[in-house]
């Protein structure tokens, strides 16, 4: 009887099943063809490009060391998020040691040194100025100044 049906609707008895030679099949051309598309691509190093305002990407960018010196609302000074000294301490002997530290390690490597100071608000003026003095002491001349309004 199972036969009758199976003849009448057209199915066989065999369980076709998942076919795996297929899938093999797509993912060898697959790999055949990004394969072949990796020859054809440079590398970016490679390109010649000029970009505008007459910088060439063949020649080497000096990358500046950039530093940032925090000055909070009760004096503290911060270099790097890392505090430094005593808040009443007018001198900074620790920061002015860091600092030349600093500037001896980018001339030797040739690059730029430059320090931005970040000052509260509410920061003490004379502690803005007693970082100025460390700052002239160890030789450094590259200074930018902002007001962090997250303090």
Do not use: C, W
């Not at 795996?20 to 099949?25: F, G």
């Not at 993912?27 to 490679?46: C, D, H, P, R």
């Not at 004096?75 to 002997?93: E, I, K, T």
């Not at 860091?98 to 490597?109: G, S, V």
């Amino acid at each position: 009887m199972s036969r009758q049906r199976r003849r009448r609707t057209g199915e066989s008895s065999a369980d076709m099943g998942f076919q795996i030679a297929p899938m093999i099949d797509v993912v060898f051309v697959i790999l055949v063809f990004f394969m072949s598309l990796t020859a054809t691509i440079k590398i970016e190093a490679e390109l010649n490009t000029r970009l505008p305002g007459g910088i060439s990407t063949a020649a080497a960018v000096d990358f500046p060391d950039e530093q940032t010196i925090a000055i909070e609302t009760d004096g503290q000074v911060l270099l790097n998020d890392a505090p430094f000294d005593a808040p009443n301490d007018p001198s900074l002997p620790t920061l002015f040691n860091t600092l030349l530290r600093l500037k001896e390690n980018a001339d030797n490597a040739q690059t730029k040194l430059l320090i931005t100071i970040s000052s509260a608000p509410q920061a003490p003026y004379h502690r803005t100025i007693d970082v100025l003095n460390a700052l002239a002491a160890a030789g450094i001349s590259n200074v930018t100044f902002t007001v962090d309004d997250s303090f």
